[in-house]
């Protein structure tokens, strides 16, 4: 008798989550081992809600549109989950006879997997790593990190041009990203530090590290001795000594961090530094022209992976990519992590990437390597910009 099988898109979208939904029906389906592939709508609020989508009638062209657009087709989003859902959340899959679940997600959402395969024994329960913040444990990056890391990358050395010609009436320009309690996507803006020789130091602040005002403007003096302008990148997430977060707001009756960016910018003015805040927002894990084909490949990749893993009676697992580059081939293996072991858990940037003044260039090289591709128009803005560093 064939199974039926579920997926979940839980969290918060990016630009590839919709890869790897396209990779696991594509292989679900070829497998020919399943009477129904379910997807269950807006992450776990669908589970405990009941809502599906029957995914199995999806065709060809269907299923390559998903690989190329960002979002979360079924819905995702935050939903609290409790003992009350656990209990009805195997209700619901028993009464819909799914004995295998996936669920696309972070590090959120491999916790709460983990929650899901401790009360519904009888289901296998495989994870597929999803987050911008590339904040999970047991994977060297999670699919949807490498795209934000390129759009960061493009963006923050499209504002540095921009800077260099404001110079004489806008001197400090600070720029927020994503990165609620990591800063792997402001390390990210160091793609454009390494793309424009010479540029002044780029200054970049992660919630790794507390941040202190007058430590900023005393960097910040120092800076503008030497240089025209200045650049400094920030986490939304960035936290004061004392572990808070330095601006936040209210948003669905929860706060959030966020407008520290704004906040900065607001204080040097006042020190009589002009200055300009921007906030690169959900683009960042919402675009589509500035998408990592490696990111698309392993989000899509991954999603098969999972029906082989199902296939193989495995369970209470995430799979992982490997610190290695995987070639994308048929006999290519994953690297499977039990969910107990990382749920909930956050990871860090690497101390070994972050020096006094910013972030090492073996990160860079990092990631320039797991991208496989440069930014857009790189050749270019090198070229552009020998001709203004001429000035300096």
Not at 186 to 208: I, K, N, T, V
Request: aromatic letters at 8%; one cysteine or more; glycine letters at 10%.
């Amino acid at each position: 008798m064939k199974a039926n099988v579920a997926i979940v898109q839980a969290g918060g979208p990016t630009s590839v989550l919709n890869s790897s939904l396209a990779g696991f029906v594509e292989a679900a389906t070829s497998s020919n081992q399943y009477n129904q592939i379910l997807g269950f709508c807006n992450g776990f609020e669908g589970l405990i809600k009941n809502r599906v989508m029957h995914l199995e009638g999806l065709g060809e062209a269907q299923l390559e549109a998903l690989k190329s657009q960002p979002g979360a087709v079924l819905g995702a989003g935050r939903y609290p989950l409790t003992s009350q859902g656990l209990s009805t959340i195997r209700s619901n899959l028993q009464l819909r006879g799914i004995s295998q679940l996936v669920l696309v997600g972070g590090n959120g959402t491999m916790w709460a997997a983990d929650q899901v395969a401790a009360a519904c024994p009888e289901v296998q329960v495989v994870g597929i790593p999803k987050t911008v913040d590339n904040d999970l444990w047991g994977t060297d990056h999670s699919p949807g990190y490498l795209s934000a890391a390129k759009f960061i990358g493009e963006a923050v050395r499209s504002l540095a041009l921009d800077l260099w010609a404001m110079r004489n009436f806008e001197r400090v320009r600070v720029v927020e990203v994503m990165g609620r309690n990591v800063g792997w996507l402001a390390a990210a803006g160091s793609l454009a530090q390494s793309s424009l020789p010479d540029y002044p130091p780029f200054h970049f602040y992660l919630p790794e590290n507390s941040f202190n005002l007058e430590n900023f403007f005393t960097r910040v003096n120092e800076h503008l001795h030497n240089y025209p302008c200045m650049l400094v990148i920030v986490s939304e997430g960035l936290r004061a000594a004392d572990g808070n977060p330095i601006a936040e707001f209210e948003i669905g009756g929860s706060k959030v961090p966020g407008g520290a960016a704004q906040l900065l910018s607001s204080e040097l003015r006042s020190r009589g530094i002009p200055s300009r805040s921007e906030v690169l927002g959900i683009l960042q894990r919402a675009n589509t022209w500035a998408l990592c084909e490696r990111d698309r490949q392993e989000a899509i990749f991954l999603g098969r992976q999972a029906v082989k893993v199902l296939g193989q009676s495995k369970s209470n697992v995430m799979l992982g990519l490997p610190s290695d580059l995987i070639d994308f081939a048929e006999g290519q293996k994953v690297q499977l992590v039990e969910l107990k072991g990382i749920a909930g858990l956050e990871r860090p940037v690497d101390p070994r990437y972050l020096t006094e003044s910013g972030i090492d260039p073996s990160f860079t090289t990092w990631l320039q390597n797991k991208m496989g591709e440069p930014l857009a128009e790189a050749d270019s803005a090198r070229q552009v910009w020998s001709i203004a560093a001429a000035q300096l």
